[in-house]
Every structure is written in structure tokens, then in C-alpha cells.
């Protein structure tokens, strides 16, 4: 299962400051989608929350839907 390091300030400088493909292949025990994964978060922690559910609406036309519920799971409660 992916996980996030998007607080571990030397891996995301590092990843600024390389290719994703350097990145990986530094970091060779992180998997493509803990990249983006992370990327992803950095971005939802930036955003506001008109901004979140938008992103959310985003992601999910991305057909990244399990990955938008896990960061705004209320966008996807329903009330009764």
C-alpha cells in the first residue's frame, strides 16, 4: 500500500530539486505511487477547501477516486 512522506522535508527537497526518475531510483524502496501520492497531498495541504473539493472533482475524472476519498472523505458522505 502507498504512503506519503510528505513530512520528511529532505525527501520532498529532494524531490524538487530532481527528476521523478532520479528520485526513484534514490529512493528505491518508495514506489511510484508513494511519489505521487505525495505530490498529491503537498498540493491538498495547499489548497483551501472550496480549492479541496475541486481537486477532489479533479482526481476523480483522473479516475484516482480511492485516492480522493482518503483526502476529502466527507465529499463523499452522503446524508440522509
Given at each position: 500500500?502507498?504512503?506519503?512522506?510528505?513530512?520528511?522535508?529532505?525527501?520532498?527537497?529532494?524531490?524538487?530539486?530532481?527528476?521523478?526518475?532520479?528520485?526513484?531510483?534514490s529512493?528505491?524502496?518508495?514506489?511510484?505511487?508513494?511519489?505521487?501520492?505525495?505530490?498529491?497531498?503537498?498540493?491538498?495541504?495547499?489548497?483551501?477547501?472550496?480549492?479541496?473539493?475541486?481537486?477532489?472533482?479533479?482526481l476523480?475524472?483522473?479516475?484516482?477516486?480511492?485516492?480522493?476519498?482518503?483526502?476529502?472523505?466527507?465529499?463523499?458522505?452522503?446524508?440522509?
Open positions: 500500500m502507498a504512503e506519503t512522506f510528505h513530512n520528511d522535508i529532505n525527501k520532498v527537497a529532494d524531490m524538487l530539486l530532481i527528476s521523478k526518475d532520479e528520485f526513484l531510483k529512493y528505491s524502496y518508495l514506489s511510484e505511487e508513494d511519489y505521487n501520492m505525495t505530490i498529491n497531498q503537498i498540493l491538498y495541504n495547499l489548497f483551501s477547501y472550496t480549492q479541496r473539493q475541486e481537486y477532489v472533482e479533479f476523480i475524472s483522473e479516475g484516482q477516486e480511492e485516492y480522493a476519498k482518503k483526502i476529502l472523505p466527507e465529499h463523499f458522505m452522503t446524508t440522509n
